[in-house]
T-cell receptor, first 112, second 110 residues
Framework: SQELEQSPQSLIVQEGKNLTINCTSS?????LYWYKQKYGEGLIFLMM?????EEKSHEKITAKLDEKKQQSSLHITASQPSHAGIYLC????????????FGQGTRLTINP | NAGVTQTPKFQVLKTGQSMTLQCAQD?????MSWYRQDPGMGLRLIHY???????DQGEVPNGYNVSRSTTEDFPLRLLSAAPSQTSVYFC?????????FGEGSRLTVL
C-alpha cells in the first residue's frame, strides 16, 4: 500500500524564518496534495501537484513535486503566526483510484 | 453555502453501543469519504463512495458500515463500538482533485 512519510514530524521556528516540510513516497505519486489543519478544526486545501517538476505558490507557501514524482516539499517563506498548524500531504496511490491516502502530518509551531 | 456538515461534533459511547455519524454536503459532489485521525497516524481512509449507490472500502474499514442512498448524504455507522474506535472522524467530498472536509466529529468509546 502507498505510504507517505512526512518529515519532520514537528517543527518549531521563530517568526520570520523560512522552513521546509518534506513528503516522501516509495512509489510514484499520481497526485500530490497539501492540506493544512488548524488545531481542532477540519482540513483546508492548499495545493495540488500532478506533474513531475511542477511547482506552485500561494502567498508565502511554495510546493514542489520532484521529477520522479516520489517526493514533494512545502516551503514557507518569512513564517507568520498564522502559518501554525498541522500540515498533511496526501496522494493517490494508483492513478484514478480515488483512495486518497495521507502522511502522518507535520506539526508547525511559530514562536514570536 | 454550508459545504460539508458533520453531526454530532462530540459523542461519548459505551463499548458495544451503536451510533451513526452523519455527513451531508450541498455541493453536488459525487465523491464522498470518511477518514479517522489518530495522534501520530495522520488521516486514514475508512470508506468512500464515488456516487449514489456505490461504496468501497478504504484502509481501515473494519467495524464501520456506510451507505450512499443520495448524492448529499454519506452516513458512517458503528454497529458495536469498541475503545479502539475512539478517534476524530472527518467526512470529505471531492471534486477535481480537491477534498472539502467537514469540521470533524470527536468520538470517545469508554
Amino acid at each position: 500500500s502507498q505510504e507517505l512519510e512526512q518529515s519532520p514530524q514537528s517543527l518549531i521556528v521563530q517568526e520570520g524564518k523560512n522552513l521546509t516540510i518534506n513528503c516522501t513516497s516509495s512509489k510514484t505519486l499520481y497526485g500530490l496534495y497539501w492540506y493544512k489543519q488548524k488545531y481542532g478544526e477540519g482540513l483546508i486545501f492548499l495545493m495540488m501537484l500532478q506533474k513531475g517538476g511542477e511547482e506552485k505558490s500561494h502567498e508565502k507557501i511554495t510546493a514542489k513535486l520532484d521529477e520522479k514524482k516520489q517526493q514533494s516539499s512545502l516551503h514557507i517563506t518569512a513564517s507568520q503566526p498564522s502559518h501554525a498548524g498541522i500540515y498533511l500531504c496526501g496522494a493517490d496511490p494508483v492513478e484514478g483510484a480515488q483512495k486518497l491516502v495521507f502522511g502522518q502530518g507535520t506539526r508547525l509551531t511559530i514562536n514570536p | 453555502n454550508a459545504g460539508v456538515t458533520q453531526t454530532p461534533k462530540f459523542q461519548v459511547l459505551k463499548t458495544g453501543q451503536s451510533m451513526t455519524l452523519q455527513c451531508a454536503q450541498d455541493m453536488n459532489h459525487e465523491y464522498m469519504s470518511w477518514y479517522r485521525q489518530d495522534p501520530g497516524m495522520g488521516l486514514r481512509l475508512i470508506h468512500y463512495s464515488v456516487g449514489a449507490g456505490i461504496t468501497d472500502q478504504g484502509e481501515v474499514p473494519n467495524g464501520y458500515n456506510v451507505s450512499r442512498s443520495t448524492t448529499e448524504d454519506f452516513p458512517l455507522r458503528l454497529l458495536s463500538a469498541a475503545p479502539s474506535q475512539t478517534s476524530v472522524y472527518f467526512c470529505a467530498s471531492k471534486i477535481a482533485g480537491e477534498l472539502f472536509f467537514g469540521e470533524g466529529s470527536r468520538l470517545t468509546v469508554l
